[in-house]
């Protein structure tokens, strides 16, 4: 392909985009297929001569989207969003063509350089304290990772780093292997698995703290535990506290939680995956407060703010406490600005996924984004007013965002075969948590372009389904 096809070719497929995402929602949402459908239907080798361009488009509509869950579709339901939006679509096309590798500020100036401004603009936008914002001279800064589980896995390094430094100066005959041995980490029951895989991978212990009522960790049950662990001998180094939990987008109480970190040496660590978007809107801003306690912050602008996958904001409040966790300088990456790369992440490339910011930002400006956030919880709040006006219907926890947790009353069983039910339609896609023993659905706003109409049509769909449910047991009942 030289340049004059692919001026052509590329013109093609923005029209073909643009139609699969304007026309989405006429697909079904969820696929019927079973596990290895599509091996049988391609070669099982690579060609040896070329195949045209044609031919591979014809298979993108007979192999891969009979395949696809179709996450953009105002019926998806399911999860959480995976943010979506033209302008970042075109940013990834041009970060795509530069195709430059970031791994230093030498690899490639404008990379590092747009990256630490545009979490500058970001940080500004939640009003995170000073402390976090890199500018100029400060000690802070953000840097964006693959996923919020990349985040929590380097801040997770980082404090361990940190605490084994901290227990040697005092104890200089331990060995970073016994003190690994002593190290604990806390997060909540209802946090993400990867905070679980991060202490494994780490190679430290992690309890689970018990939340209240609300699914949220408290100060007082956090403290309970770093008391007990300290008198067994054990040394408390890090908590992973979550702002709007996976099963049912709940907050844990980090101004408790803060001053108890930051008193007894521990990192706190802040996972707000989804909800951190929000935090751009006044009215939901209070949601964070609490975050000058924090060693660190992450969100995914790749779940709510219209930037695609993958672009996960992470804040230090010191950014030597990363840099110093992981620095290695081979002679072929020195150089004279080695703050600015490779000391951030796991991997050393990395893309250049600021540009997408820089377009989303620029294209919709802190308003529009704001519109997008509110538009999407007015949804899940008129959602949630129709679960609550049918009588056989409860919410299962508070809607704060763009979440509702509901279920049939009655058993599990009932609500895992109304389940069941709405993934064979393949209609619309849900998928359950489980919040005090009880089976529940999760109902989430996630495209972008989800209307009124979608979560009319979506009730609708769900309460048939509930009434043929109700109708077989009936008859099963009486014959």
Known sequence: MDAEEFRRRGKEMIDYVAEY???VEQRPVYPDLE?????SLIPSE???EPESYE?????????????ITHWHSPYFFAYF???SSYPAMLADMLSTAIGCIGFSWAASPACTELETVMLDWLGKMLQLPESFIAGTDGQGGGVIQGTASEATLMSLLAARCKAVRRVQTYTSDKSEVEIFSQLVAYTSEQAHSSVERAALIGGVMIRKVPTDSNYAVRGDSLKKMV??????GLIPFYVCATLGTTPSCAFDQITELGPICNGENMWMHIDAAYAGSAFICPEFRPLLNGIEFADSFNFNPHKWLLVNFDCSAMWVKKRTDIIGAFKMDPLYLKHENQESGGHWQIPLGRRFRSLKLWFVFRMYGLQGLQAHIRKQVALAKEFESLVRADKRFEICAEVVLGLVCFR???SNELNQNLLKKI???REIHLVPCQLSGRFVLRFVICARTTESRHIQQAWQHITQLTFEGLQFQLLTIKY
Not at 35 to 39: H, K
Not at 55 to 66: A, F, L, S, W
């Open 21 to 23: 995402l304007e026309n």
């Open 35 to 39: 596990p290895g459908y599509l091996r």
């Open 46 to 48: 690579a060609p040896l």
């Open 55 to 67: 031919d591979i488009m014809k298979d993108m509509e007979r192999v891969i989207m009979p395949g």
């Open 81 to 83: 969003p995976a943010a």
């Open 227 to 232: 008391e007990e662990d300290k008198a067994a």
């Open 408 to 410: 049939l009353k009655g």
């Open 423 to 425: 993934t064979n339609s």
